[in-house]
């Protein structure tokens, strides 16, 4: 495992990939792209790493290479961030934020979720958004919306131990922004990465598709009020 790996964390779909990338891309480093999903694992071992006392530190010591690079990117770790600190003393961490309206459209996208629904019916629609960590049952949305709250709460309680970057700062200026990122948890910013920050970033193929028209009033409606406090913790509106 790396001494002192840096740990790319936030709210799924909210630009951590891209980010992550782009930083061992201008540092020459290597990085590791959501564990979780290069790794087979059972239901109930995935709850138990995110329940069970000790569950994690069993699962770094099974899975060693999944740690062994400078860089690590995996959403998920984010809710795990007790045990990171725990494990990983020496380690930095960056916390990539996007407004929920944003992050959850993409989400839901990726999914193939449509956002306007009041209930979900289709059984492979159900599964897909069975997310770690599990959340109190109810609206769909809701339980999404509480989800960005608990990832928005990991940086908020912990803001002196971690680097903050918005997602929607970086798609203004990446170079800049991805340059001053390495810098601050300790990376050497050396390699040119102008040919790959020249494109548009999009996490998905419902970006471009109004907040209200994706949701409906009522479900826009349930994101923010859920998550409105935390969102003006960041500056959104």
Not at 12 to 19: A, C, R
Not at 53 to 69: C, D, H, I, K, N
Request: aromatic fraction near 12%; hydrophobic fraction near 40%.
């Amino acid at each position: 495992m790396h001494p002192s790996p840096i740990f790319v964390l936030g709210h799924p779909k909210s630009g951590t990939t891209v980010i992550a990338a782009l930083l061992a891309k201008t540092s020459g480093e290597e990085f590791t792209d959501d564990l979780f999903h290069q790794i087979a694992l059972t239901q109930r071992e995935k709850e138990a790493i995110f329940l069970k006392q000790g569950a994690f530190a069993e699962f770094v010591a099974r899975y060693p290479g999944y740690f062994a690079t400078r860089i690590n990117k995996s959403p998920k770790l984010t809710f795990l961030y007790g045990d990171l600190r725990s494990l990983f003393p020496a380690a930095r961490y960056l916390y990539v934020v996007r407004d929920p309206r944003s992050a959850l459209r993409s989400f839901l996208g990726w999914r193939r979720i449509p956002g306007n629904l009041e209930t979900i019916d289709d059984p492979t629609q159900r599964r897909q958004l069975e997310v770690m960590p599990k959340q109190d049952p109810g609206h769909y949305v809701e339980r999404l919306a509480h989800r960005w709250n608990q990832a928005a709460e990991v940086y908020l309680h912990q803001r002196d131990q971690m680097v903050l970057v918005r997602y929607e700062d970086f798609t203004v200026e990446p170079g800049d922004i991805v340059r001053r990122l390495a810098l601050s948890v300790g990376l050497s910013p050396s390699i040119d990465i102008s040919q790959e920050t020249a494109v548009r970033y999009k996490s998905s193929g419902v970006a471009d598709i109004a907040w209200r028209d994706f949701y409906g009033v009522s479900n826009l409606s349930r994101i923010e009020n859920i998550c409105g406090e935390r969102m003006r913790s960041f500056g959104y509106e």
